[in-house]
């Protein structure tokens, strides 16, 4: 069995379209398992998520007693956001909830696996599940916002959007982490055979960034599908998720055209 981890925002979690359409929830990662019978996939993605919580990520799974990762798949985010937890101890930040194994001390592990998102699809599993944080730094619709919160209780608005200001414009923090990640990402190529990245949306100096051979982003790429927005997104003004007949064109059309597919296909 080869084990593949998935790491990425929204667009990667497979609690897209979103809780208005629970019905609908899907990724593109989901396929993946159904068309190759010989490999698992952990969906490590969650929604508004930044490269520094992608790294932290990265560096748990180099650690991970309980699966070795054959190939680590990461769908980069927005390169302007800067995701943060909110009041939560480090060690409740990533925490490992082993549900085989209830004598496990939940604190001996980094990572969360949860399975509040019921798939129904056979060696595919949903592992993150985060209760307390905020990002900073995205764009809806070309406008810079506070892309995701996540906390029980009620957050001065005014404070965190003098953070946002900070991130998007007077700190390039959140830019700077983004190209260095990408830098050294060929270093964990140490402890995965493969370590692969796309970008879903475009950059902000418009460059490509991934290595698995491809032209385009997502989002350019799938805006020269005619009416992509009616056929292949939620809605005019969602930010680019797409719909299961999105994620099954950008499964079909984009990933397995791609070096993952190369490497899937020879496994």
């Known amino acids: ?13 497979h609690d897209q379209p979103g809780h ?3 019905e609908k929830w899907n990724s593109w990662s989901q396929y993946i398992p159904q068309d190759f019978p010989d490999v698992e996939v952990h969906n490590y993605a969650c929604s508004a998520m930044a490269c520094n919580y992608f790294d932290v990520i990265l560096k748990g799974l180099v650690n991970f007693k309980h699966y070795k990762y054959d190939a680590v798949i990461i ?23 082993d549900f085989w194994n209830t004598e496990i001390d939940p604190l001996e592990d980094l990572l ?17 599940d985060l209760s ?18 996540r906390h029980k209780d009620v957050l001065d608005t005014d404070q965190l959007q003098y953070l946002n200001n900070l991130v998007q414009g007077g700190l390039p923090l959140a830019s700077i982490f983004y190209y260095n990640f990408i830098k050294t990402l060929p270093m964990y190529e140490k402890y995965f055979d493969k370590v692969f990245y796309y970008s879903h949306l475009p950059t902000s100096d418009n460059t490509v960034s991934n290595n698995i051979g491809r032209e385009l982003d997502i989002i350019p790429w799938i805006e020269k ?3 992509y927005i009616d056929r292949f997104t939620n809605a005019p003004d969602d930010p680019g998720h797409l719909n299961s007949t999105g994620n ?14 190369d490497w899937l296909n020879d496994q």
């Not at 080869?2 to 790491?7: C, F, L, M, P, T």
């Not at 699809?121 to 993150?128: A, L, N, Q, V």
């Not at 619709?141 to 919160?149: H, L």
């Open 1 to 13: 069995m080869k084990y593949v981890a998935v790491i990425g925002c929204s667009f990667t979690a």
């Open 20 to 22: 208005r359409y629970p």
């Open 75 to 97: 769908q980069l985010s927005s390169s302007t956001r800067w995701s943060l937890p909110l009041d939560t101890p480090v060690e409740d930040y990533m925490r490992y909830n």
């Open 112 to 128: 969360v696996v949860e399975h509040e998102i019921p798939t129904n699809i056979p060696r595919y599993k949903h592992m993150i």
């Open 132 to 149: 307390s944080l905020i990002t900073f730094g995205g764009n809806v619709n070309g406008k810079a916002n506070i892309t995701g919160i």
């Open 225 to 227: 599908f005619p009416k």
């Open 248 to 261: 099954k064109l950008l499964y079909n059309d984009y990933i397995m055209k791609s070096a993952i597919g």
